[in-house]
């Protein structure tokens, strides 16, 4: 099959939304993501097969660093290094266009995104308690972590 890597628009909005909601307890509306995705700074890249979207990642760059908002693969393409791919193609271009530092949070309950993460780098900066609360009976703490560019 053949895998398409392109940056999302406003026109993709619905189908991310789809995706994200297969991903996470709190998705995001589709009108965030056509905001997001037409946002001035938004650095995206989408995954496409046979047309559908497979696998997306959603940076903000903001003043020379930029924040890893959102990123989702399909429940039946995990483990494929889809997300791994899409994240060090969208850091490799942040890199050239002179970006020095890359953020992220992550539910310190998330196995597969914490080793996704550290597998590219990412080293661990801070915790901030009891953050995330959608879906859970017990809140969990957000993991903050970074990774630096050279540049
Ligand atoms: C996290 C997520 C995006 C990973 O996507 P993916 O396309 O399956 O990830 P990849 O196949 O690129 O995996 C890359 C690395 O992540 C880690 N990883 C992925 N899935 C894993 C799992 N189930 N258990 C442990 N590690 C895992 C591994 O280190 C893997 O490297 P390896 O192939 O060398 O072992 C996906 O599980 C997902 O959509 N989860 C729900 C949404 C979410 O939690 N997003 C992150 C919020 S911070």
Known sequence: MTLLLRALTPADAAVAAALHARAFDDPWSEASFAAQFAATGAVTLGAFEEGELTAFALFQDTAG??????VATHPARRGEGLARRLITRIIDDLARQGI???TLDVAEDNAPARHLYAALGFTEDGRRPRYYTAGRQVPA????????LNG
């Not at 703490?141 to 630096?148: E, F, I, P, Q, T």
């Open 65 to 70: 660093e930029a924040d890893l908002l959102t």
């Open 100 to 102: 020095t530092r890359v």
């Open 141 to 148: 703490d957000a993991v903050l972590m970074s990774k630096r």
